[in-house]
């Protein structure tokens, strides 16, 4: 089974309306990290978002918000007032088992285009 | 503000040749890994490091040799490049000193085996 799950290979919003990116994960372990990454048509693999298993509240950051759902095993990635830079395929990623944890996996990513 | 560099950004390799893919970073992170992404797959973990001597296998293993020497250095060894290789690698880092144990990405080598 995958362990991350992105059903929507490729999104479409327009500028300044907010977006939403589907992630689902799956693990038997109770301690384990939540994480967004955007990658720009230049290569780059950029941080956008942190959401540990035990965090009761949702992670903020800017105008990107982690819409967890631990009992669905869902971190959906909302991106509010969508700007033309925001076009970039976007990566959900899990580490499973505690902070120190060494297994990583990644989603096989959404491609955002936001439309002027 | 160097963070991760890896070193060369493009390489195109004959089938059965050697290289060494170079990651180096200078944030003092105890944790470095390396990725491959090819295309509809996302990142697969290849083989992660927790410290200086210290290595062990990721996901997708097979065909690569890494070794962790020191802190900064966490090269990838090709030793008989096929093209089944043919992908963009990436080196990451992370400390596991508090915080999120956010990784950070290199920019990325894109190898092409022919």
């Known amino acids: 089974a995958q362990k991350i799950t992105q059903t929507q290979p490729g999104m479409f919003v327009q500028e300044k309306e907010a977006v939403t990116l589907d992630c689902t994960y799956d693990t038997s372990d109770q301690s384990y990290g939540l994480f967004w990454y955007k990658q720009p048509s230049s290569g780059e693999m950029i941080f956008l978002i942190y959401?540990?298993?035990?965090?009761?509240q949702n992670a903020t950051e800017g105008r990107y918000s982690l819409n967890f759902q631990k009992a669905r095993k869902s971190a959906n990635l909302v991106i509010s007032a969508s700007q033309l830079g925001d076009s970039a395929m976007y990566f959900c990623?899990?580490?499973?088992?505690?902070?120190?944890?060494?297994?990583?996996?990644f989603g096989t990513g959404t491609s955002l285009t936001v439309i002027p | 503000n160097a963070g991760v560099t890896q070193t060369p950004k493009f390489q195109v390799l004959k089938t059965g040749q050697s290289m060494t893919l170079q990651c180096a970073q200078d944030?003092?992170?105890?944790?470095m890994s390396w990725y491959r992404q090819d295309p509809g797959m996302g990142l697969r973990l290849i083989h992660y490091?927790?410290?200086?001597?210290?290595?062990d296998q990721g996901e997708v293993p097979n065909g690569y040799n890494v070794s962790r020497s020191t802190t900064e250095d966490f090269p990838l060894r090709l030793l008989s490049a096929a093209p089944s290789q043919t992908s963009v690698y990436f080196c990451a880092s992370r400390t596991f000193r508090g915080g999120k144990n956010i990784q950070y990405f290199g920019a990325g080598t894109r190898l092409s085996v022919l």
């Open positions: 944030m003092n992170h105890e944790y």
């Open positions: 990623a899990m580490r499973e088992g505690p902070d120190t944890g060494n297994q990583f996996y």
């Open positions: 490091s927790v410290g200086a001597g210290i290595t």
């Open positions: 959401q540990g298993s035990y965090d009761e």
